[in-house]
């Protein structure tokens, strides 16, 4: 059976027709050299840029999250309303306008930043707002027992938090904290537009060679699941460890 | 060994311990009997501060709170470790088996040695009757069993006082059995113990003085048989009446 695609070229004048790739041994061909030669270039994209941009930032906004998280909690009202704008300027403002400001707006007052440091900040103070929600909720849901009981043997609050309520919190926030993660792996593609040389940029700069746009893309976003796949495992894996005490 | 003077708790317009002043002598036992919203619980509460009186004055050993002025969170730490609370509903740590509930006090709070808190805790939990249970997580445990490991939990931690805040409420009636042994026990080894509760028959058997509050004040006091037997005003008799 013929199948043919139709194809316009971005002035949209001149028109183009392919035969697919399934009739057209050539087509195939070029096809197939194009998404292997693009392999290894995308391949260091991400494990140069796009993997240690997202894990960077993740810890340190798990890190910013509990500590936004501790201080919604507390009961100083200075520390309390300090987490309060934080967490409300940067859940109400879109991420890449975020990241603009940080590269391309900051050198207007004389900071100007690497490309990644760049990336790195923005996407921390992002999971830092959105993930303190989740770990505020999680220790929100241990009962006040919990924490009665860890004082009267005696302990203070940080002793109490660390051994008694995180690890209970813990097992709770495994699955949305894992949906943040996994955001965060395709939201780090944003870091294209401020010049990181991450898995998404290596891709739009192979297409601007040869205009296979649709390969480049497709190829993209097939790596970016091959990364993402894995990671609901271990969420399970987490979770069965979390929950190894609890009544199934 | 305790003294309370002019102990004084609201919350909000709601005033739940009213100018309360008590004394108790070391080795004794103390059971607080009340109908509920009388304020025993949160007397026991405000002994190991985890409700803050509005006033009043503390003393457990040689340790004084004065709750007319500010007390700072680090003297209220230290205060609590001259008690041992055991909750109506165990409040065992989930994530922890019973021996590592037992041994996180010690541990943590002590900066024990762990082999030196394991075999405390293995003798103590031997003593509640669960040296079978070690590696037991509280969700495999029976409610009898669990607030048994909070007795041993508490124990570790050698407390001068051991605060019993209706200890068998919670509990299936078979299992109330083995959780007032371990407490007889534990008297007739000269622990100092105030227990609120409803178990009449354990009042009867080892108090050696029975409290009874009513509305936020102690109505009446004194050894359990005059209070069973001829209690001197109206609202204990009533009291008694009705449960009896």
């Known amino acids: ?248 | 060994m305790i003294s309370i003077n002019g102990l004084s708790k609201r919350f909000g317009d709601l005033e739940v311990l009213k100018n309360i002043s008590l004394e108790v002598d070391k080795g004794k036992v103390i059971v607080v009997i009340g109908p509920s919203g009388s304020g025993k619980t949160t007397l026991l509460r405000c002994l190991n501060v985890l409700e803050v009186p509005t006033s009043g004055f503390v003393q457990i050993s040689n340790k004084q709170l004065d709750f007319s002025n500010h007390v700072s969170k680090r003297d209220i730490t230290e205060f609590r470790k001259l008690t041992g609370m055991v909750f109506q509903s165990y409040n065992l740590f989930p994530h922890k088996t019973a021996l590592q509930n037992v041994m996180e006090g010690p541990i943590t709070v002590k900066k024990q040695d762990k082999s030196v808190a394991r075999k405390k805790a293995e003798q103590l939990l031997g003593k509640v009757g669960l040296g079978d249970k070690l590696d037991f997580y509280p969700f495999q445990l029976s409610g009898g069993q669990q607030q048994r490991v909070g007795i041993a939990r508490a124990l570790a931690m050698e407390p001068e006082v051991m605060l019993f805040d209706e200890p068998t409420s919670a509990l299936d009636p078979e299992l109330v059995g083995d959780v007032l042994k371990v407490m007889k026990e534990l008297a007739n080894e000269g622990m100092t113990m105030i227990v609120v509760t409803h178990e009449m028959k354990f009042a009867k058997e080892v108090a050696d003085e029975v409290i009874f509050m009513d509305g936020g004040y102690i109505v009446e006091k004194g050894d359990p048989k005059t209070i069973f037997t001829l209690p001197k005003e109206a609202r204990t008799k009533q009291f008694l009446q009705l449960i009896q």
């Open chain 1, 1 to 248: 059976m013929m199948v043919r695609i139709k194809l316009y070229q971005r002035n949209g004048s001149e028109k183009m027709y392919l035969n697919s790739i399934v009739t057209d041994p050539e087509a195939f061909q070029r096809y197939y050299d194009i998404a292997v030669s693009s392999l290894l270039p995308l391949a260091k994209g991400a494990l140069f840029y796009t993997i240690p941009l997202s894990i960077i930032s993740f810890i340190i906004g798990i890190v910013l999250a509990l500590l936004t998280a501790l201080a919604r909690l507390s009961s100083i009202k200075i520390l309390k309303v300090i987490a309060n704008v934080y967490v409300s300027i940067i859940r109400g403002t879109p991420l890449l306008v975020q990241l603009f400001i940080i590269f391309y707006g900051l050198p207007n007052v004389g900071i100007t930043l690497d490309p990644f440091i760049a990336a790195t900040i923005g996407f921390s103070l992002n999971v830092g707002a959105y993930s303190s929600e989740i770990i505020r909720g999680a220790i929100l849901s241990i009962p006040n027992g919990q924490w009665e009981a860890g004082y009267s043997i005696g302990m203070n609050y940080v002793q109490n938090l660390r051994r008694i309520i995180l690890p209970q919190a813990v097992r709770v926030s495994v699955p949305p904290l894992s949906n943040t993660f996994i955001s965060l792996i395709k939201d780090s593609s944003l870091a294209a537009l401020i010049l990181v040389t991450e898995m998404f940029r290596v891709a739009q700069q192979i297409a601007s060679t040869n205009y296979e746009f649709l390969l480049l893309y497709t190829e993209v976003a097939v790596l970016y699941w091959i990364i993402c796949f894995p990671l609901s495992l271990i969420q399970q894996r987490l979770e069965h460890h979390f929950g190894r005490h609890l009544k199934r």
